[in-house]
C-alpha cells in the first residue's frame, strides 16, 4: 500500500539556522507533491507545490527539492524564525488529484 | 486575499444527532473537497464535489454522510447521525481544477465534538 513518512515527529532548530524537513514516499510515482504549513486550531496552508520534472522549487526563504529516484523531497527554511514555527505537512495525489494523501507532519520549532 | 470561510468554528452534538458543516469556498474555485483530522492525527480525505456531484469518496464517507451545494456560495457536509468517533476537525477546501498542479486552499475548520 502507499505510504507517505515524514522525518520526524518534531524538529528543534535555533533562530537563523537551516530547518530540513523530509517527506518519503513507497509504492507510488506521484506528478506533483505539495507542502503545507499548519498552525495549531488551523487549517493546512499551501506553500510550494513541485512536479515530478522539477529537481527544485523556490520561494523567498523557502527550497523544495523533489528526487523521484529516492522517492524523497525536502524542505529547507533557510534564516529560520520563531514565526517559522508551525507543523509541516507534505501532501502527494496518491490516487487521485482530487485526493490529497497528507503526511503526519512534522512539528518544527524554532528558538530565539 | 480570498479565502474560504466555515462555520459553526466548534460545534458540540449529542451523539446520534444530525450536525450540518458549512462552508463557503473562494467565488470561483469550481472543486470542493472535506477533509477531516482526528486530534493528533493526519488529515485524511473525505470527499470531493464538482459540478453539484461527488467527484470521489473515501472509505470513511459512508452512508452517514452526505454533501451539498445548496446555492451558489454555500458547500456543507452533513453527518446523519453521529458518533463518538466522529469527533474531529472538520477542514473544507476549494481548488480552481481538479488538477494536481492547483493547490487545494482550506478554510480554518469546525471543531466537532460528539457527547
Known amino acids: 500500500s502507499q505510504k507517505i513518512e515524514q522525518n520526524s515527529e518534531a524538529l528543534n532548530i535555533q533562530e537563523g539556522k537551516t530547518a530540513t524537513l523530509t517527506c518519503n514516499y513507497t509504492?507510488?510515482?506521484?506528478?506533483?507533491l505539495q507542502w503545507y504549513r499548519q498552525d495549531p486550531g488551523r487549517g493546512p496552508v499551501f506553500l510550494l507545490l513541485?512536479?515530478?520534472?522539477?529537481k527544485e522549487k523556490r520561494k523567498e526563504r523557502l527550497k523544495v527539492t523533489f528526487d523521484t529516484t529516492l522517492k524523497q523531497s525536502l524542505f529547507h527554511i533557510t534564516a529560520s524564525q520563531p514565526a517559522d514555527s508551525a507543523t509541516y505537512l507534505c501532501a502527494l495525489d496518491v490516487s487521485s488529484a482530487r485526493q490529497l494523501t497528507f503526511g503526519s507532519g512534522t512539528q518544527l520549532t524554532v528558538l530565539p | 486575499e480570498p479565502e474560504v470561510t466555515q462555520t459553526p468554528s466548534h460545534q458540540v452534538t449529542q451523539m446520534g444527532q444530525e450536525v450540518i458543516l458549512r462552508c463557503v469556498p473562494i467565488s470561483n474555485h469550481l472543486y470542493f473537497y472535506w477533509y477531516r483530522q482526528i486530534l493528533g492525527q493526519k488529515v485524511e480525505f473525505l470527499v470531493s464535489f464538482y459540478n453539484n456531484e461527488i467527484s470521489e469518496k473515501s472509505e470513511i464517507f459512508d452512508d452517514q454522510f452526505s454533501v451539498e451545494r445548496p446555492d451558489g456560495s454555500n458547500f456543507t457536509l452533513k453527518i446523519r447521525s453521529t458518533k463518538l468517533e466522529d469527533s474531529a476537525m472538520y477542514f473544507c477546501?476549494?481548488?480552481?481544477?481538479?488538477?494536481?498542479?492547483?493547490?487545494?486552499?482550506f478554510g480554518d475548520g469546525t471543531r466537532l465534538s460528539i457527547l
Open positions: 513541485i512536479r515530478e520534472n522539477e
Open positions: 509504492n507510488y510515482s506521484p506528478a506533483y
Open positions: 477546501a476549494s481548488s480552481s481544477t481538479g488538477y494536481s498542479n492547483q493547490p487545494q486552499h
